[in-house]
């Protein structure tokens, strides 16, 4: 077998992706993934400690080319198009890459690096800043980031089978997209909700 020192930490991951798509999130194993590169345990256990530390390397993973494919559908379009495009690429990618999408949406001890996945976030709020405003971005980025993940689960878990009509991404995206292109409405409304939410913290 090669000496440790002949890996590196992103052969491991390559190979992890790998072994991710053929076996998905419940059955991932280290051992695994040392016998795909004919190392030994121990070679995989000097870049990653345990299962934990490999997965949420996964997940930084994932984000990092989930952001590329939305830079990619965003290049060089008007506001409108951009998020148009992010989205059918964001639900493609989501279904191109079920497991991995499935481990960049677990939930990761804090200490791992999520660097990929703050570079994601910060990149949707500023295309979604175009339209909603600096003041509306990040919390339109939520509402916009939860109804494709919805989205993506409907579609994965079949919940709605043949009753989902295929209308509704459509009519969802349309509906954000009329939220965030009336300031005044808009502004008032996200005003509001900002008040309640500070009433709610002040009583408790």
Aim: hydrophobic content about 45%; glycine content about 4%; aromatic content about 6%.
């Amino acid at each position: 077998m090669p000496y440790p020192s002949k890996t590196d930490r992103q052969t491991i991951l390559s190979a992890a992706v790998k072994d991710l798509a053929r076996r998905g999130v419940r059955d991932l194993s280290l051992r695994n993934i040392a016998t795909s590169l004919d190392l030994t345990p121990n070679a995989i256990y000097r870049y990653f400690a345990d299962r934990s530390a490999l997965e949420a390397a996964l997940a930084n993973e994932a984000a990092r080319r989930l952001e590329l494919a939305l830079r990619k559908a965003a290049n060089g379009c008007e506001p409108v198009t951009t998020i148009r495009q992010m989205a059918s690429a964001y639900m493609k990618f989501a279904k191109d890459h079920r497991h991995l999408y499935e481990v960049m949406m677990s939930l990761h001890a804090p200490e791992h690096d999520a660097a990929s996945l703050h570079s994601l976030w910060a990149f949707t709020v500023e295309q979604v800043q175009r339209m909603a405003g600096p003041d509306r971005a990040a919390a339109a980025s939520v509402a916009l980031w939860a109804f494709l993940h919805g989205a993506v689960t409907l579609e994965a878990g079949q919940v709605l089978g043949d009753r989902k009509p295929a209308s509704g991404l459509e009519f969802g995206l349309d509906a954000w997209l009329m939220a965030v292109s009336a300031p005044a409405a808009g502004e008032a409304a996200f005003r509001k909700h900002q008040a309640a939410s500070e009433n709610i913290i002040d009583r408790e």
